[in-house]
């Protein structure tokens, strides 16, 4: 089969790989129908995920359909349609039962990272019982491909955490896939207000159409000013950082009102400065979270009925085989004012 293969920064290709194989009676086999590129996989080919190591298959997000089913797999038969999580998760361990399967202690985010990922003809999926959702009859399979990481991510690390209530002024920091998929499922909660942060006035007038009710430039030095305007200078009652560098972390730290929850969804490479000598006496609560996709079958159900609309997320397509390229229109979002591109083995 053919897969786009991780080679040390900087160097990748769509290259011919063994066919994947049941290793495990727990195991599935998945002929990848549609698939995406993670802005994880961007800091990966930089060289910033150093547990990926050269030969890896990248990807860990996509749909497709059970080509083989291991002889303990009881909820997949050949031939079902299945989303696949970004996450696997066995169940059984101390975590699964607490509900974290992130933090499985026999998977977590291994797709594309420690074992081989989605961005291949077919992937081999651990767990499957627990790490695969069955896809409803007549589904728009392209908009589930949003529920494999961004939609949970958004919704468990940044509304969740961040504990968004009706009434609340909400700023997300970082117009990206996922930061948008904050806004989205924001709205679930009826916020007074959205204000979305971010450096691209094109994802920002994007955002304006997701239900953002204000945009801020960052890239105008002044956005805590804007933001204390905008709030009559009392800040935010929920801050979501959704890009993962020191300055919007702190920027999230100067807008917190008391009180505020601060949710932080980015990636971080870099240590952030935590300002306890402004924030010790402010009541805040700043929350950290790697996405347990412990919400994706309610997030199925909501974009079933229509409420959430997914598709909405993806900008661009391209077939499998030309996934060189799709990483590139990926890699230059802002000139390609590319958000999720879909990728289709045909
Ligand atoms: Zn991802
Ligand atoms: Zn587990």
Known sequence: MKALVYHGPDNKA???KPKPHISQPTDAVVKIYKTTICGTDLHIMKGDVPTVTDGRILGHEGVGVI???GSAVTNFKKGDHVLISCITSCGKCEYCKKGMYSHCANGGWILGNTIDGTQAEYVRIPYADNSLYPIPAGADE????????ILPTGFECGVLNGQVKPGDIVAIVGSGPVGLAALLTAQFFTPAEIIM????DNRLAVAKTFGANQTVNSGHGHAIEEIMRLTGNKGVDVAIEAVGIPA???LCE???????????????????ELHLETLWAQNITITTRLVDTVTTPMLLKVIQSNKLKANQLITHHFKLADIIAAYDTFKHADREKALKVIMTNE
Do not use: C, Q, R, Y
């Open 14 to 16: 769509w290259e011919e």
């Open 67 to 69: 080509e083989e089913a």
């Open 142 to 149: 392209e908009a589930l491909v949003m529920l494999s990481d």
């Open 197 to 200: 942060v971010d450096l691209d």
């Open 248 to 250: 919007t972390f702190e």
């Open 254 to 272: 100067k807008i917190i009102a008391p009180g505020g929850h601060l949710a932080n969804v980015g990636v971080h490479g870099k240590s952030v």
